[in-house]
């Protein structure tokens, strides 16, 4: 139990254009789902908390109208690059939490790469 | 708030030989840590978990750490190095009087490499 899936897995995009990345948990309801972005030998920082059917908490120096996030049900959080740089290319790794439990289920997360 | 100290960025050992991974821990209030084991471009994955419970805590992979309050660590054993143990290891820490959006703060990360 407690699967956690992201696609894409990988995705190349030009410079401008938008990409949309998913993390569904499969087979459980995640009230809370967590965006971490992880450069190449670095450690995953977080991005955004998010909790379902109300807006995103973003962390200190994470641009919102950058990242875009939903969380429109329970299974189901998105995050949306909009006119995404070179600078964004990274591993984007989300995390699922069920109420009243300590544990956060990662996704295998998304590595992006724009031109 | 909280923050973990992973000492260590890059950790060599023989097959067979013990895996010392080290992570100490500050925090205001009683800690949740965990160690995840991140194998290249996948997830993390949960080795094992501290809840106040018991101080020496068992994992998957025979893994095992030990909480000490008094040295405010929780660093990762495995008494016998495998060649499938190679990957990067990340201490995290959250708070364990709130659950509600409580958040993990990771370590830099320890590079396990497993020598032949």
């Known amino acids: 139990g407690a699967v956690v899936s992201q696609h894409p897995s990988r995705v190349i995009c030009k410079s401008g254009t938008s990409v949309k990345i998913e993390c569904r948990s499969l087979?459980?309801?995640?009230?809370?789902m967590f965006w971490y972005r992880q450069f190449p030998k670095q450690s995953l920082m977080l991005m955004a908390t998010?909790?379902?059917?109300?807006?995103?908490?973003?962390e200190q120096g994470v641009e919102k109208d950058k990242f875009l996030i939903n969380h429109a049900s329970l299974t189901l959080s998105t995050l949306t690059v909009t006119s995404a740089h070179p600078e964004d290319s990274s591993f984007y790794i989300c995390?699922?939490?069920?109420?009243?439990?300590?544990?956060?289920?990662f996704g295998p997360g998304t590595r992006l790469t724009v031109l | 708030a909280q923050s973990v100290t992973q000492l260590g960025s890059h950790v060599s050992v023989s097959e067979g030989a013990l895996v010392l991974l080290r992570c100490n821990y500050s925090s205001s209030v009683p800690p949740y840590l965990f160690w995840y084991v991140q194998y290249p471009n996948q997830g993390l994955q949960l080795l094992l978990k501290?809840?106040?419970?018991?101080?020496l805590v068992k994992g998957i992979n025979g893994f095992e750490a030990e909480f000490k309050k008094s040295e405010t660590s929780f660093h990762l054993t495995k008494p016998s190095a495998h060649m499938s143990d190679a990957a990067e290891y990340f201490c995290?820490?959250?708070?364990?009087?709130?659950?509600?959006?409580?958040?993990?703060?990771f370590g830099t990360g320890t590079r396990l490499t497993i020598i032949p």
């Open positions: 995390s699922s939490k069920r109420r009243n439990y300590n544990e956060q289920f």
């Open positions: 501290y809840t106040s419970a018991a101080t």
């Open positions: 087979d459980f309801q995640a009230t809370t």
């Open positions: 995290a820490v959250t708070l364990l009087a709130d659950f509600g959006n409580e958040k993990l703060t």
């Open positions: 998010s909790n379902e059917g109300s807006k995103a908490t973003y």
